[in-house]
């Protein structure tokens, strides 16, 4: 990608879940689909977190599909667990973005602040991977972010050099 930020993306977005009934599965353990659905939460609230969430975005016309994702199960999260998804920006070009993410166990009513400076967040590694998105439009054809929402890109470009 034009801009790679490994070694500037230590700045983690953070938000914490608790593992819900419908996710594990007899045993109690996390059901390993349920790891990328909550990849997508924690690439949402950093969006969000922006000033823009995915709906703004899609509504101007924009989307950013998955074309790649890597997932790595280090330790199981099980049923009533406190999680945190730790996601960053991990790259990013005009028509290109991707994700860094983790989920860390935490302790029972342990709280952080919505970011967290560093390369490795709090709790104990569960779940490490990321995705890789293109920028398309409503014909999903690539576009560029820097020209249909340069403000957007801005701030993202920010993000990811923060």
């Known amino acids: 990608m034009a801009q790679e930020t490994a070694a500037a993306a230590c ?14 599965d007899q045993m109690g ?12 939460i924690g690439r949402t609230e950093l969006v969000r977190s922006l000033g823009m969430p995915y709906n ?6 924009l989307l950013l599909p998955v074309v790649d994702l890597d997932c790595a199960y280090v330790s199981p999260a099980r049923y009533d667990d406190q999680v945190l998804v ?4 991990d790259a990013l070009s005009p028509v290109r973005m991707a994700f860094r993410s983790e ?7 342990d709280s952080y602040p919505l970011f ?5 967040p709090p709790g104990k590694l569960l779940v ?6 293109v920028w398309v439009n409503r014909d999903w054809r690539p576009a560029r972010l820097d020209k249909a929402l340069p403000e957007f890109y801005a701030m993202l470009e920010a993000r990811a050099r923060a």
């Open 11 to 24: 700045r983690w977005h953070l938000h914490p879940l608790r593992v819900r009934y419908q996710e594990s």
């Open 116 to 120: 967290w400076d560093g390369p490795e």
């Open 56 to 61: 703004e975005i899609e509504k101007k016309g």
């Open 128 to 133: 490490k991977g990321g995705t890789r998105h």
């Open 29 to 40: 353990v996390v059901f390993y689909g349920n790891y990328v659905t909550w990849f997508e």
């Open 86 to 89: 730790c996601t960053r920006i």
């Open 103 to 109: 989920v860390r166990l935490i302790g029972e009513g």
